[in-house]
Nanobody, 123 residues
Framework: VQLQASGGGLVQAGGSLRLSCQAS????????MAWFRRAPGKEREFVVA????????YYADSVKGRFTISRDNANNTLYLQMNSLKPEDTAVYYC?????????????????WGRGTQLTVSS
């Protein structure tokens, strides 16, 4: 499975952006997908996960109410709509696929990772 995240960029605080993650090689439709991020000088952290059919989601408290995850299994694509962006959202964002369909957030549960896309939010 190859994952490629895109859509990052520079945005002002309060703005919006949508990230995409395109998968190739194998379908995503049977696995939980997630977004993680790594801010400068910090460890990679969980942002949000979604189960295979999109029936369940789990958000980190820091993004709850501002970010929305979705997926288009027919097109093997994962999305992250980010609204009300804050400077502290600045990070490299990674998409990842787990090996099962459980709603999890631990990095160790995700086997496949995209290269990441940079989001910078200016104040």
């Amino acid at each position: 499975v190859q994952l490629q995240a895109s859509g990052g960029g520079l945005v002002q605080a309060g703005g919006s952006l949508r990230l995409s993650c395109q998968a190739s090689g194998r379908t995503l439709s049977s696995h939980t997908m997630a977004w993680f991020r790594r801010a400068p000088g910090k460890e990679r952290e969980f942002v949000v996960a979604i189960t295979s059919k999109g029936g369940s989601t789990y958000y980190a408290d820091s993004v709850k109410g501002r970010f929305t995850i979705s997926r288009d299994n027919a097109n093997n694509t994962l999305y992250l709509q980010m609204n009300s962006l804050k400077p502290e959202d600045t990070a490299v964002y990674y998409c990842a696929r787990s090996n099962d369909n459980f709603l999890v957030s631990e990095i160790s549960r995700f086997t496949y990772w995209g290269r990441g896309t940079q989001l910078t939010v200016s104040s």
